[in-house]
T-cell receptor, first 112, second 110 residues
Framework: DGGITQSPKYLFRKEGQNVTLSCEQN?????MYWYRQDPGQGLRLIYY???????QKGDIAEGYSVSREKKESFPLTVTSAQKNPTAFYLC???????????FGQGTRLTVV | QQPVQSPQAVILREGEDAVINCSSS?????VHWYRQKHGEAPVFLMI???GGEQKGHEKISASFNEKKQQSSLYLTASQLSYSGTYFC???????????WGAGTKLIIKP
């Protein structure tokens, strides 16, 4: 079955550590996205990529980094520069503009 | 700027109808609607495009008023499965960036 997979589902990070969230899709989609969701709020765009080896910053890119070396993979690194990283992170992919976005099940990151 | 969704929350009895609104301060290119259950991924409902084109599930209906810069999602004869938080995502131009509203929480009671 085609879909988008995020791992891990839960992640705990110590202060000052970098952590990487995985996102893999087998839908052959060109576009991939990373969102952050905080309680009671909508989705905020961190980074997006329209094509392999290219990505753009979203509204809240500071403290995050991404790579897009393969079409099916778009990992997100939460760096120590991100001062408030505790949140629910969602990865999505789509086949282009104005098409349905498919979301992964999310990663809940907690700083301990 | 983030679109404004109203109401913030609504409680219905099974079988009742609801309307969820999404308003923008800027002219819209498209509006996307998704439903999210707690702790799960958002699920696609509908896309409405400037000019009248719609893409989505047959059982969901929505409107897009370009002049008012507003979209409304209509949920009729609600079922328990409709419970969740509804989000609208808006595009001001065709640039791959959706700006999302804060969500409308819908609770359906038997």
């Amino acid at each position: 079955d085609g879909g988008i997979t995020q791992s891990p589902k839960y992640l705990f990070r110590k202060e000052g550590q970098n952590v990487t969230l995985s996102c893999e899709q087998n839908l052959n989609h060109d576009a991939m996205y990373w969102y952050r969701q905080d309680p009671g709020q909508g989705l905020r765009l961190i980074y997006y990529s329209q094509i392999v080896n290219d990505f753009q910053k979203g509204d809240i890119a500071e403290g995050y980094s991404v790579s897009r070396e393969k079409k099916e993979s778009f990992p997100l690194t939460v760096t120590s520069a991100q001062k408030n990283p505790t949140a629910f992170y969602l990865c999505a992919s789509s086949d282009g503009l104005n098409t349905e976005a498919f979301f992964g099940q999310g990663t809940r990151l907690t700083v301990v | 700027q983030q679109p404004v969704q109203s109401p913030q929350a609504v409680i219905l009895r099974e079988g009742e109808d609801a309307v969820i609104n999404c308003s923008s301060s800027k002219a819209l290119y498209s509006v996307h609607w998704y439903r999210q259950k707690h702790g799960e991924a958002p699920v696609f409902l509908m896309i409405l495009l400037k000019g009248g084109e719609q893409k989505g599930h047959e059982k969901i209906s929505a409107s897009f008023n370009e002049k008012k810069q507003q979209s409304s999602l209509y949920l009729t004869a609600s079922q328990l499965s409709y419970s969740g938080t509804y989000f609208c995502g808006t595009e001001w131009d065709s640039n791959y960036q959706l700006i999302w509203g804060a969500g409308t929480k819908l609770i359906i009671k038997p």
